[in-house]
DNA sequence: CGATCAAAGTTAACAGCGCAAACATACCGG
DNA sequence: CCGGTATGTTTGCGCTGTTAACTTTGATCG
């Protein structure tokens, strides 16, 4: 009965099984409840409360999830220049888990997810210190990291046409390669 | 009894009665149903079925009324260097109101907020080519709206902080010049 | 002026939601 | 074997968006 076996009342790993059925609702573009996530797993509605304190917790462990993955994607990508198209093509990907590891209000401060948010932005930070050894690679990173983060808003906002991975691939290489070479007029601050 | 007098029955122009209800409470932070829009503005919980067809649509009509605020806004800051500074500004000053302009599905595609949405791209690129008639203007505004929707939304979301408003009109611009000034190394595609 | 009709409100009701409290079951250590 | 605790269940509350049926009102027209 080691990790997942139901024996008829208790669930064997319900707090990995809800996760697993979550990520799946996500993934599938459902409408993604409490009740709904407890029912996919064969449970009850409050099952879950045994296991996360309320939704915003089964939430956040999902986010955390999420960032480690776009993490790992990331991490795959390589080459500096392509970390802006894994980016937007994770988003774009997993639409409804993106929205999930951002666009919440997201005030909790010690959390898991927190921590792998960190995680990123330290690692383009040094991806980013490595490509270009005489700038700010502070700012550099930041701006990077809006650049792309706001191209994958973008897109799954409909304000940009996300219909085609290639030309969306291509609209992030152009338009990266544009500002990098925008250069002087109206720059500064 | 020409635009807002309430008689006792009807209203008056509930339709513009809901809509700034509305506004106040997403200035307000208040939880927005359109239940508690309904009562805010004297009226039973389904008397704005009268007028919008649902709750997308009156956020819809919100968000139109948010594009056009943004664009004044962005108008205003005239200079090209400051748009991304007023862009950010105005995410921060009205959060929630940006949320629902943004963060939304919205596929809706004959609407007036995308419309307006529209009018903005096209300012911008506008601007953009003034300023860098040498550049790619498409891309170069794509560009540079990713950047700065990302900045708004990072600080948004506390990957950024967004406690001063000083302190975040210094990073936009940073930023901006950090990522305008990187050059060469590993930009393109 | 009075009848009528559509516009613009109302209440009632439904399903679904997050969540809390009280209760039931089954495994685990004494 | 027995009791406690972790982990389930059922029940119920107040909220949500939305529909249906009803009522009030102001406007139009003979």
Redesign the pocket.
Same mark, same amino acid.
């Given at each position: 009965?080691s990790t997942s076996a139901r024996?008829? %009342?208790?669930?064997? #790993? *319900?707090?990995a099984a809800l996760l697993r059925s979550a990520t799946e609702m996500l993934e599938e573009g459902e409408?993604?409840? *409490?009740? +709904?996530?407890? /029912?996919r797993a064969?449970?009850?509605?409050?099952?879950p %409360?045994?296991?996360y +304190? #309320? /939704? #915003?917790a089964l939430e956040s462990a999902l986010a955390a999830e999420g960032f480690r993955d776009l993490g790992e994607r990331l991490a795959a990508a390589g080459e500096f220049a392509e970390l802006g198209v894994a980016y937007v093509a994770f988003a774009l990907e997993r639409p409804a888990l993106f929205r999930l590891m951002f666009g919440n209000p997201c005030d909790d401060a010690n959390d898991e997810r927190v921590r792998a948010a960190v995680d990123i932005r330290r690692f383009v930070t040094r991806l980013v210190a490595a490509a270009f050894p005489d700038a700010d690679a502070r700012a550099l990173a930041t701006a990077g990291w809006a650049l792309v983060h706001g191209l994958a808003f973008l897109h799954l906002d409909g304000k940009l046409p996300a219909g085609d991975p290639a030309e969306v691939a291509l609209r992030v290489r152009t338009s990266t390669a544009a500002i990098m070479a925008a250069g002087g007029p109206a720059a500064a601050g």
């Open positions: 009965m024996d008829g %009342y208790h669930h064997g #790993d *319900l707090r409408p993604f409840s *409490l009740r +709904a996530v407890a /029912k064969g449970v009850s509605a409050t099952a %409360y045994r296991h +304190a #309320d /939704k #915003d």
